[in-house]
């Protein structure tokens, strides 16, 4: 099986969103510069903000080549060669699986899910204040 391009994943998945690097860094809760390392391919995303890119990606190619990069992350593979950490292994064990992902992946995923939606909801439900009068 050929090796996985984690920087061009990233950012095909991101441009099928529509979306520039400052855009994905504000959905996934992570800066502009932690996006395009992750595009150049200098850093690899935690598994944790792979599944939460997933749940953001509409079926697509780009979301097959994503399911295939955290299956590759979850079974401790390194997604790219220059990676000297050695891809530690999240999630895995034999609990059983839905949709390809183990359940402490789900479980992961539906925390990111909730802690955007915290830090989202904020900002919709603030009151307009007008200084003055």
């Known amino acids: 099986m050929a090796v996985l391009n984690t920087g061009k994943i990233v950012r095909n998945v991101r441009h099928r969103l529509e979306l520039s690097q400052e855009g994905l860094s504000r959905l996934m809760n992570s800066t502009k510069g932690a996006v395009q390392h992750w595009e150049r391919g200098r850093n690899i995303p935690s ?3 792979l599944l939460a890119l997933r749940q953001l990606c509409p079926p697509s190619h780009e979301r ?3 399911d295939a990069l955290i299956r590759e992350a979850q079974n401790g593979a390194t997604a790219h060669p ?3 950490s050695g891809g530690a ?3 895995g064990g034999a609990g059983h699986r839905f949709n390809g ?3 402490v992946g789900i479980k992961l995923m539906q925390r990111e899910k909730d802690r955007l939606l915290r830090h989202a909801r904020p900002a919709m439900k603030a009151p307009l204040r007008c200084f003055g009068r």
Request: proline fraction near 13%.
């Open 47 to 49: 598994l944790g903000r």
């Open 64 to 66: 097959k080549n994503l």
């Open 82 to 84: 220059s990676n000297h």
């Open 89 to 91: 292994k999240v999630g």
């Open 101 to 103: 992902l183990p359940p």
